[in-house]
């Protein structure tokens, strides 16, 4: 699980409300109009935008900013080398046992791989489409979050607007133009709010997430066209040592 995500929105929320606190009280800062605006709003919108499909998708998308864990390059170069020392000492077929044991599914399709008899190139040319197929998804799903990190702001002015145009004709009242006034904002507030402290950062979490997975699984491909190869213990180390910055090879 990824604590500095939870920490990151909770701290946030946590902070704004310490300082509405110092201000006043909380409930000015609810209104449910507002928010049926900017959230709606936004939700139409983006389903707009994208199909249906993808946009529940989305939910299994948010949820690896949480609870994904990928392996680190030293984690995957140790295993690699664990299996490279297996296949040259007993066989390729000795790794099957090894396939069960494995939590990744990416890594233990490319072991079966080994297992069946693929040759390195094949191998190469699965687990590379799969890759790609990954990309294409960690892709639409930071796209729909940045969307929706960019439409919430909008609906929160549109929502404003709202309130504006209501507050002016009711000018009848100038010592309700303040409360009016006060209410039209909160939607900017709440459109402001979602986009920056929720929607844009687990855009830009999901794709440091994606570029790490994307990395991770590069290795694993490397790691298995080597072993299919028959390449030793010490060339497949050293072949995806190229994976880590100099201070960090094992």
């Known amino acids: 699980m990824d604590i500095a995500t939870i920490l990151g929105i909770a701290f946030g929320f946590l902070v704004i409300m310490w300082a509405i606190l110092l201000g006043g009280s909380v409930t000015i800062f609810w209104d449910i109009p507002s928010m049926a605006i900017t959230v709606g709003g936004m939700l ?33 170069i140790k295993k690699m080398v664990e299996y490279a020392t297996i296949n040259r000492r007993d066989g390729a077929l000795a790794l099957e046992q090894e396939i069960g044991r494995l939590s990744d599914a990416f890594f233990a399709r490319g072991l079966q791989l080994i297992v069946d008899g693929q040759n390195p190139e094949e191998i190469r040319d699965f687990l590379s489409l799969d890759i790609q197929y990954l990309q294409d ?40 133009i303040g409360a009016g006034m006060a209410v039209a904002l909160i939607t900017t507030f709440y459109g402001a709010l979602l986009a920056n402290l929720v929607f844009l950062p687990l855009a830009g979490k999901l794709g440091l ?28 180390r050293e072949k995806l040592q190229v994976f880590l ?3 960090k090879r094992i």
């Open 137 to 176: 998804r960690h892709a639409v799903g930071k796209k729909i979050l940045e969307y929706m990190g960019a439409a919430a702001p909008a609906f929160g002015m549109i929502g404003t607007l709202i309130g504006l145009v209501q507050m002016l004709r009711n000018l009848s009242s100038p010592d309700q």
């Open 209 to 236: 997430y994606s570029k790490a997975e994307t990395t991770a699984r590069e290795m694993i491909v490397e790691g298995i066209c080597a072993i299919a190869k028959g390449d030793n213990p010490t060339a497949v």
């Open 44 to 76: 139409a919108s983006t389903l707009i935008h994208f199909s249906l499909p993808q946009f529940l998708g989305i939910f299994s998308v948010v949820k690896k900013t949480f609870v994904t864990r990928i392996p680190t390059p030293v984690e995957l």
């Open 245 to 247: 910055s100099q201070n």
